[in-house]
């Protein structure tokens, strides 16, 4: 019985993201501001962090306040992204893109918790994916119909997926080899033992060390993406940015070094609209078995 009526709401939530799919943007955006709203006002603990991590960046309140809806419409605007028709997608700085392909090596994105990072990958492989195909790695959802979902909406013409296992890894350094691209959010926090210790916003905080990893071990051209939420359901204008704009400062070879050059790159992509920042992320957790436990602990925040 239980078994039967799991499979019964897994029917139901996925006829209710088809439905989802088929509204205009401006709508969803509109149920997933006020969805945003209601996650802040009614966990204690998921507003505690988003205004602890705003403070921390040396962000003010409004910022905080403006990013509570960002994040619901990040989630309302899934079911479209996934399922539904094409939504309108601008470009700036997409030479970056040229000048990183004419090198011919592979092209390692870089991106965080910004914006609508779903959108990058998608428009990536809608431009520049016939040349370039690009892979993306992401962790499998947790709910069987979740994971089978976002695996369809995720593989299309130009665009595969990775799982992040070794499997996965190897699966990106092959296509980087092979002079295609990879995305990586390398805010994101890795299990222990695969990340060191390095600032951003002025705390320490446990950092990937696969993004450097891969751009020595394939010599990947690292370049920065992100994807703005345009106001009113405009849609979305992709930025791009190089990595090094002096073109003096590589990435390091050394984990470490690289990791803070990496989280310096990612402080100055937030900086550009942090509003649109996923402050709610646990980017400051110290994963189970990390060395370094106290390596977490405040430091003083940047000044803006």
């Given at each position: 019985?239980g078994?039967?009526?799991?499979c019964?709401?897994?029917?139901?939530?996925?006829?209710l993201f088809?439905l989802?799919?088929?509204?205009?943007l401006?709508?969803?955006h509109a149920?997933?501001?006020?969805l945003?709203?209601?996650s802040?006002l009614?966990?204690?603990?998921?507003?505690r962090r988003?205004?602890d991590?705003?403070?921390q960046g040396?962000?003010?309140?409004?910022v905080?306040?403006?990013s509570?809806?960002?994040?619901?419409?990040?989630v309302?605007?899934?079911?479209?992204?996934?399922?539904?028709?094409?939504v309108?997608?601008?470009?700036?700085?997409a030479?970056?893109?040229?000048?990183?392909?004419a090198h011919?090596?592979?092209?390692l994105?870089?991106?965080?918790?910004?914006?609508?990072?779903?959108?990058?990958?998608?428009?990536?492989?809608e431009r520049?994916g016939e040349?370039?195909?690009i892979?993306?790695?992401y962790?499998p959802?947790?709910?069987p119909?979740?994971r089978?979902?976002v695996?369809n909406a995720?593989?299309?013409?130009?665009?595969?997926?990775?799982?992040?296992t070794?499997?996965?890894?190897?699966?990106l350094i092959?296509?980087?080899?092979?002079?295609?691209?990879?995305?990586?959010?390398?805010?994101?926090?890795?299990?222990?033992?695969?990340g060191?210790?390095a600032p951003?916003?002025g705390?320490?905080?446990?950092?990937?060390?696969?993004?450097?990893r891969?751009?020595?071990?394939?010599?990947a051209q690292?370049v920065?993406?992100?994807g703005?939420?345009?106001?009113?359901?405009r849609?979305f204008l992709v930025h791009?940015r190089p990595?090094?704009p002096?073109?003096?400062?590589?990435?390091?070879?050394d984990?470490?070094q690289?990791?803070?050059q990496?989280n310096?790159?990612?402080e100055a992509?937030?900086?550009e609209c942090p509003?649109q920042?996923?402050?709610?992320?646990a980017?400051?957790?110290?994963?189970?078995?990390?060395?370094?436990a106290?390596?977490?602990?405040?430091?003083?925040?940047?000044g803006?």
């Amino acid at each position: 019985m239980g078994l039967c009526f799991g499979c019964a709401v897994d029917a139901l939530i996925r006829f209710l993201f088809v439905l989802l799919s088929k509204l205009p943007l401006p709508m969803l955006h509109a149920v997933g501001w006020l969805l945003g709203w209601l996650s802040f006002l009614l966990s204690g603990r998921y507003r505690r962090r988003l205004l602890d991590n705003v403070r921390q960046g040396g962000f003010s309140l409004s910022v905080a306040l403006v990013s509570v809806g960002e994040a619901g419409k990040m989630v309302a605007e899934l079911p479209r992204l996934w399922l539904g028709r094409p939504v309108r997608v601008g470009w700036e700085g997409a030479a970056h893109i040229e000048a990183a392909q004419a090198h011919g090596l592979g092209v390692l994105y870089l991106t965080p918790h910004l914006g609508c990072f779903e959108i990058t990958a998608q428009a990536l492989a809608e431009r520049f994916g016939e040349r370039m195909p690009i892979t993306v790695l992401y962790r499998p959802a947790r709910q069987p119909w979740m994971r089978d979902l976002v695996a369809n909406a995720r593989n299309r013409p130009g665009l595969h997926t990775a799982p992040t296992t070794l499997a996965g890894v190897k699966q990106l350094i092959k296509a980087l080899k092979s002079g295609q691209a990879v995305g990586l959010l390398p805010d994101q926090v890795p299990p222990a033992g695969q990340g060191v210790w390095a600032p951003f916003f002025g705390r320490d905080a446990y950092t990937m060390t696969l993004s450097a990893r891969l751009v020595h071990s394939a010599k990947a051209q690292p370049v920065l993406i992100w994807g703005e939420r345009l106001s009113w359901g405009r849609g979305f204008l992709v930025h791009v940015r190089p990595f090094d704009p002096t073109r003096t400062a590589p990435m390091a070879t050394d984990a470490t070094q690289a990791a803070h050059q990496i989280n310096q790159a990612m402080e100055a992509l937030v900086r550009e609209c942090p509003q649109q920042y996923l402050w709610s992320y646990a980017r400051y957790k110290n994963p189970a078995g990390a060395d370094g436990a106290d390596a977490g602990t405040a430091a003083p925040t940047n000044g803006r």
